[in-house]
């Protein structure tokens, strides 16, 4: 299954937070699996950030090797390839990946002699997730004391907040892999040490830099190698949704991906009211299979609430 949200600019960040809603909600539906149709038009990209995962993941195994082959040296600098590259993963991936590869570098810090460099790495570790879970099978009670010093440490301190822009268009933020909202926007509740932040865009590579707590950011997106022809579909849908040409821009973006349904969703302004209009289209014949239209607000829990069911409600 793909999504597909209709760019109206006057609605363009409110489109951006409901098109980041409904992709949550399909993914956790389980049984469906989510094509991505910045990926579709931007395969470079996505092969690129696939690579890197790959990379990250053999890394992290090079260190393990070492790390209990002793050779504490050789473990730290191949963690921290894998820090490296787990920043450039996709994003689905890529807590886990800095994590695990945090964890590693702190450990063979701690037995190459840096204490606190070994300290450092675990800070940022659980600056990233506080709850990581440390298994006392894998690590030495030392190692393990350490950690859970600077798990505590980071947790009295106080969280900060970072402030991020995106340009030439409103972006969905990550960070560390989790997503934090629509540029602008500023990012709260930040834990100690570097964080990873990805701002994607349709019809835009996805950009990424590092950010502190106190600083400020702006993303500046290039275009996708074809991603001009994602906007003009979605530019499309804006024109004419709920019309035959609304379908076949839908139609034409569920080709694009190579999926057999396609989720097409429109947010308007009417009045004081926020309302989303949602249709599921079958890309074989043009077949509406399901829609749905209601009033969603998406600054409250409950409001996000009834915005899950909405969206649940033209799934399969």
């Known amino acids: 299954m793909a999504l597909s949200v209709a ?16 992709e949550s909600t399909i993914r956790r539906n389980g049984k469906l699996r989510l ?14 950030r696939a690579d890197k995962a790959k990379a990250a993941a053999e890394a992290l195994a090079q260190a393990r090797r070492a790390y209990d082959s002793l050779d504490v040296d050789a473990a730290g600098d191949f963690a921290q390839r894998a820090v490296f590259l787990g920043i450039e993963s996709p994003l689905s991936q890529r807590r886990e990946a800095l994590t695990a590869a945090l964890l590693l570098a702190g450990a063979a810090r701690y037995y190459a002699g840096d204490e606190a460099g070994a300290r450092d790495e675990f800070l940022r570790l659980f600056g990233i997730d506080p709850s990581a879970r440390l298994n006392k099978a894998d690590w030495s009670p ?3 004391q350490v950690a859970e010093d600077e798990r505590s440490r980071g947790l009295a301190q106080k969280r900060g907040e970072a402030a991020v822009r995106s340009e030439p268009v409103p972006a969905r933020i990550y960070v560390d892999g989790l997503y934090g909202g629509v540029a602008p926007i500023v990012l709260r509740g930040l834990g100690p040490g570097p964080h990873s932040v990805t701002a994607v865009a349709p ?5 990424n830099a590092s950010l502190h707590a106190g600083s400020e950011q702006t993303l500046v997106l290039e275009p996708a190698p074809s991603g001009r022809a994602l906007l003009a579909l979605e ?15 839908l139609r034409q973006a569920g080709r694009d991906a190579g ?3 396609v989720v097409g969703a429109r947010f308007e302004h009417r009045g004081a009211l926020r309302i989303a209009h949602l249709v599921r289209v079958s890309v074989a014949d043009g077949k509406r299979l399901a829609e749905v239209s209601g009033e969603i607000a998406l600054t409250s829990p409950a409001g996000m609430s009834a915005a899950d069911v909405l969206i649940g409600s033209v799934l399969p």
Do not use: C, M, T, W
């Not at 760019?7 to 409904?22: K, R």
């Not at 149709?37 to 395969?43: E, I, K």
């Not at 019809?203 to 950009?207: L, M, V």
């Not at 530019?235 to 821009?249: I, P, V, W």
């Open 203 to 207: 019809g835009y590579q996805q950009k």
């Open 142 to 144: 030392e190692v393990l």
């Open 35 to 48: 094509v991505d149709l910045a990926d579709a038009v931007d395969p470079s990209g996505a092969q690129a």
């Open 259 to 261: 999926v057999e349904q």
């Open 235 to 249: 530019e499309q849908l804006a024109a004419s949704f709920g019309a035959r040409e609304g379908d076949e821009a």
């Open 7 to 22: 760019q109206d600019p006057a609605n363009a960040g409110d489109a951006v937070e409901l098109g980041a809603l409904i």
